[in-house]
């Protein structure tokens, strides 16, 4: 399984970007989908979740209400929509597979893991 994040960059507080991440090598609808994030000096913390299939989603509190997970099963890639962008939100995001399929937070679910890209909020 491979999993690549893009779409990172530099953005202006109160801005918006979109993460993408291609997923390819395995057969997934049975995973979930996994977004977290990790700031500079901080631990890497868990942001969205969503299942391969579809259907539920979870964010973190502190993104809830500005972030949106989707996915696209025709092309395989799951989105970050980030919307209100705030300073904290600066990090390297990673996408993450969950071959188990639960709703997770815990990284330790996740068995795969992409390369990350850099988000920079900028005042």
């Known amino acids: 399984v491979q999993l690549q994040a893009f779409g990172g960059g530099l953005v202006q507080a109160g801005g918006s970007l979109r993460l993408s991440c291609a997923a390819s090598?395995?057969?997934?609808?049975?995973?979930?989908m996994g977004w977290f994030r990790q700031a500079p000096g901080k631990e890497r913390e868990y942001v969205a979740t969503i299942r391969w299939s579809g259907g539920r989603t979870y964010v973190a509190d502190s993104v809830k209400g500005r972030f949106t997970i989707s996915i696209d099963n025709a092309k395989n890639v799951v989105y970050l929509q980030m919307n209100s962008l705030k300073l904290e939100d600066t990090a390297v995001y990673y996408c993450?597979?969950?071959?188990?399929?639960?709703?997770?937070?815990?990284?330790?679910?996740?068995?795969?893991w992409g390369q990350g890209t850099l988000v920079t909020v900028s005042s």
């Open positions: 993450a597979a969950n071959p188990r399929g639960q709703m997770v937070s815990i990284q330790g679910w996740y068995d795969y």
């Open positions: 090598g395995g057969t997934f609808s049975r995973y979930s």
